[in-house]
């Protein structure tokens, strides 16, 4: 998505001072980035930069930096754009952008406010209802600007949950290219959110850890979220990572009480009530199921922007 905003923003005909990142920026999420950047630059946040000539700086979290508002200076920027930010940004620095600080959020707010959006909506059976892309004005509260406009993009069980955030993030870069620029010129009135409306979702990691669940739930989690790299098998070993799920490949039988079998593509343990079988999650794999929706989106999505 991050890269979608870019792509669309300097399609404009605007420029971008710098790309910051928290510093807790997992090295799995750049890699994944550089390797995508590879088959489809315009979709990849480094390749991006690497064109352009764009910094990418590494920040801890704006709330507790004491010299953004130093660094903000040296940058010189006009507009502050932030994607799924999950820092709350201080009102020091959106005075500075007054009127030209917003955020893109993957769901129909004001529903499904917080960190986990997409996620929530997967495991509360919403997706179809509240999915969708919405670009809003930043605010000190989290999620609660006034809107600026919005793309309804629903989850299609039948594609999957990369398609759905190919489809997403399509949905951000054009509202860059649209509502965006209307907004900068002066042409559009943000609507505010209705008080005490929508919902906040925040998500506990047990929602998606195996062996917790039942085999009819595990294959659930699979078929709905091992796209996406975040149902993960707790190791035995308390000292051992949890292990990334990608698919539900059979239930073996009953209960066994054997030790967990982790393959090279394949894991085996004991859920709530059966012994179930798993395919491991590769990165790559990840990517390259990436590249193939990136495809087929730009040929059918009607929200689609330059690839």
């Not at 489809?40 to 979290?61: D, M």
Request: net charge positive; charged share 25%; aromatic share 6%.
């Amino acid at each position: 998505m991050a890269a979608r905003i870019v792509n669309a923003w300097l399609a404009g005909g605007n420029a971008v001072s710098a790309l910051w990142v928290g510093q807790k920026m997992q090295r799995r999420a750049f890699h994944e980035d550089r390797v995508l950047g590879l088959a489809a630059p315009s979709w990849s946040v480094t390749a991006l930069a690497r064109r352009y000539r764009i910094p990418i700086e590494t920040h801890p979290k704006l709330s507790a930096w004491k010299d953004a508002d130093t660094a903000l200076e040296r940058l010189n920027a006009d507009v502050l754009i932030t994607a799924m930010t999950l820092d709350i940004i201080p009102r020091s620095i959106l005075s500075r952008f007054e009127g030209r600080a917003v955020n893109f959020h993957p769901a129909l707010l004001p529903h499904y406010r917080g960190p986990s959006p997409r996620i929530g909506m997967i495991l509360d059976d919403t997706a179809s209802l509240h999915g969708g892309m919405t670009l809003h004005c930043l605010s000190p509260e989290i999620d609660r600007g006034d809107i600026v406009g919005s793309r309804t993009v629903p989850y299609d069980g039948a594609q999957g949950f990369i398609d759905w955030d190919v489809r997403l993030a399509r949905a951000a870069g054009d509202l860059v290219e649209h509502e965006l620029a209307r907004y900068l010129r002066g042409e559009v009135v943000p609507t505010p959110q209705p008080l005490g409306s929508g919902s906040y979702r925040k998500m506990d990691k047990a929602e998606v850890t195996l062996p917790e669940h039942s085999a009819e739930r595990t294959k659930w989690l699979c078929d709905r979220l091992g796209e996406s790299g975040l149902v993960r098998l707790k190791a035995e070993d308390a000292a051992c990572k949890p292990h990334r799920v990608s698919s539900f490949l059979r239930k073996l039988g009953p209960r066994s009480s054997k030790p967990q079998r982790i393959g090279l593509f394949t894991m085996d343990f004991d859920s709530a009530d059966a012994r179930v079988r798993v395919a491991r999650h590769f990165r790559n794999i990840q990517v390259l199921r990436y590249v193939r929706a990136i495809r087929q989106t730009r040929r059918s999505d009607p929200l689609a922007v330059s690839s």
